[in-house]
């Protein structure tokens, strides 16, 4: 087994976790098998309890794991499927010390940072090293470790000790540290400034660690006297010291890497050699991975501005695109997949409620022309009651209006609740997670869900929806297949007790459920354009070759294609978008923008 850790320095956010996945992208296709493991410093066991906020989006896998965002980048750009144990915290490590130092594992000895909670570390990477993560059933062959945080801090410091001891411990010709640093660029001219870079490695070097790789972050192509400079004050080899400037896409930083002989670098440093007869696979998947950055390009030209499919994103989190970065990077794929100029509008769902029309008038008035103008509605996930009668009338403008919607997790809740008030006159309809004394709680908590104890006892992970007819069109866009298996992530769900009421009296029909046909997973309304609720979380299993069904659906339906699809099987032609006047074709795009 082979060890890459990517660390980073000079400050947080510089990109670790992309060249991290980029790393494991290269090895894989050299041939080799391969993992990751994230480490984050922090206490909490996991990211489940975490506000969007505090720590972006959580990501939930297969296994029920609710883990930080980075391991979301290493399902999208490896394929594989990790578990909840690929995210080390903290918080982890020293609740298994405590729960082995109670039941006496350590013979009484005293329990301290160093050798337990370090040995604890190391045991841990070790372990989960060799889970298998691509299907095979084989053990991986290469590791990748992001050590989340910064060097320095003081957090960090237990896992900083356990990857110098681990470096020994597995020897020096299976271990390799790439350093990622910041070269920022000053004054009128843009100078470069290699001092952060110098003074964050020798940190490094005095806890214990010397990088062999730098990968230097910054906004233009890294010259040759600032990469001359930072490998004669940091002793690194010249060609070790790269540059990861910034560029059009995500998708173009593995393609960055391998053009500095980033692979080759690593295969030396390990005294590894490809597999028998890679190389011609290994063109050809940088050569898929080029076709796809080049799209991307192509479809976020603003050249190509010929037109442009507006989806509204009402949520709570608008403040921060990281609280939804796994649905956005969903329209990313679904876009590439339907052809189409994709541009998200976030709009917080506070600035659609009457209340805000005098205490915030402009961020009202804004909110509701972004949703006016947009050709398809998303709701998403989210807890908590702020922003829910926003939601409400978000979806009750797009099932009156003919407006394409998806709604995801509590976007199905909401969305029930809506029908239920405005097409079945059940006054006072609600959820009891945000009423409990409603008179119709459309919407109850699961029996079996603790409702006091938070973190980790939500409905999670892969869960069977079965597919209980034929006829809807969410079934065909899976593929015309029996039942799908999505991640959830939910302590609420639509009554069954309304259920027969809601579909004889309002047309929304829950035309998927879970194996034991009591908990409702898909509605889907008749006689509208898409109308689409999910009780999972299908943005988690999107990739950037394989979009989400949910997803395309809505940017086929919003560009005017969905029909055609359904009829023919193929997206064809354009669609006329909503009162657009006939917009000729555009090529694809995917752009962000926040609502005020």
Request: net charge neutral; hydrophobic share 40%; with cysteine.
């Amino acid at each position: 087994m082979k060890y890459i850790v990517v660390s980073g320095g000079v400050l947080s956010g510089i990109g670790k976790g992309v060249i991290a996945s980029s790393t494991a992208v290269l090895m894989q296709t050299l041939g080799f098998r391969v993992t990751s493991i994230k480490i984050d410093p922090y206490i909490n066991i996991d990211a489940g309890t975490m506000s969007p906020f505090e720590h972006g989006e959580v990501f939930v896998l297969d296994d029920g794991g609710e883990v930080d965002l980075d391991l979301g980048n290493y399902e999208r750009f490896v394929g594989t499927t990790l578990t909840r144990d690929n995210n080390i915290t903290t918080g982890k490590i020293y609740n298994s010390v405590i729960k082995k130092e109670r039941v006496g594992d350590y013979l009484g000895k005293t329990v301290q940072v160093v050798p337990h909670i370090v040995d604890e570390i190391m045991e841990w990477v070790e372990r989960v090293a060799h889970v298998p993560v691509d299907g095979s059933g084989l053990s991986p062959q290469i590791c990748v470790i992001e050590l989340g945080g910064t060097v320095g801090d003081i957090e960090s410091m237990p896992f900083m000790e356990a990857m110098r001891q681990f470096q020994f411990h597995v020897g020096r010709e299976n271990f390799c540290s790439v350093h990622v640093s910041l070269v920022p660029e000053m004054g009128p001219v843009g100078e470069q400034k290699t001092k952060p870079t110098q003074q964050n490695i020798r940190e490094l070097r005095a806890l214990g660690i010397s990088p062999d790789i730098v990968a230097c972050r910054s906004t233009k192509p890294l010259l040759k006297t600032s990469r001359d400079k930072i490998s004669l004050f940091c002793q690194v080899a010249s060609d070790c010291v790269l540059s990861v400037h910034d560029v059009s896409n995500v998708y173009r930083v593995p393609l960055l890497l391998n053009e500095q002989n980033f692979p080759k670098l690593l295969l030396n440093r390990l005294q590894m050699f490809s597999p028998t007869n890679a190389a011609n696979k290994s063109l050809a998947r940088i050569k898929e991975w080029q076709l796809m950055a080049d799209k991307y390009d192509r479809i976020s030209s603003p050249v190509l501005r010929e037109r442009e499919v507006h989806i509204a994103l009402v949520g709570k989190y608008t403040l921060l695109s990281d609280a939804y970065l796994s649905v956005v990077n969903a329209f990313k794929h679904a876009a590439m997949e339907v052809d189409e100029r994709v541009i998200v509008d976030f709009i917080d769902a506070e600035h659609l409620e009457p209340g805000s029309k005098e205490a915030k008038s402009e961020e009202f008035t804004s909110s509701w022309k972004l949703l006016r103008a947009a050709h398809g509605v998303l709701v998403p996930g989210a807890f908590g009651d702020r922003g829910i009668e926003g939601k409400i009338l978000a979806v009750e403008y797009a099932r009156t209006n003919g407006i394409p919607f998806l709604g995801i997790c509590a976007g199905l809740q909401v969305a029930v609740v809506e029908i239920c008030r405005n097409v079945l006159g059940l006054k006072g309809a609600h959820s009891s997670e945000f009423n409990q004394s409603a008179e119709h709680k459309v919407v109850i908590e699961m029996p079996e869900i603790s409702q006091t104890i938070l973190g980790g006892t939500m409905r999670l992970g892969k869960r069977r929806t079965v597919f209980k007819t034929q006829d809807c069109v969410i079934r065909k866009l899976y593929g015309n297949v029996d039942h799908v298996d999505e991640r959830h992530r939910h302590r609420f769900e639509v009554n069954p007790a309304y259920v027969e009421q809601i579909e004889k009296g309002s047309g929304l029909m829950f035309v998927g459920q879970d194996e034991t046909q009591m908990r409702m997973e898909i509605a889907e309304l008749k006689n509208h354009p898409y109308f689409v609720g999910v009780q999972y979380h299908p943005e988690f299993k999107s990739r950037p070759l394989q979009p989400s069904p949910p997803f395309v659906g809505l940017i086929m339906a919003a560009s005017g294609k969905l029909q055609k699809w359904l009829e023919t099987g193929s997206v064809g032609p354009q669609g006329s978008l909503p009162e657009d006047g006939g917009l000729n074709v555009a090529l694809d795009k995917l752009a962000i923008r926040k609502s005020c």
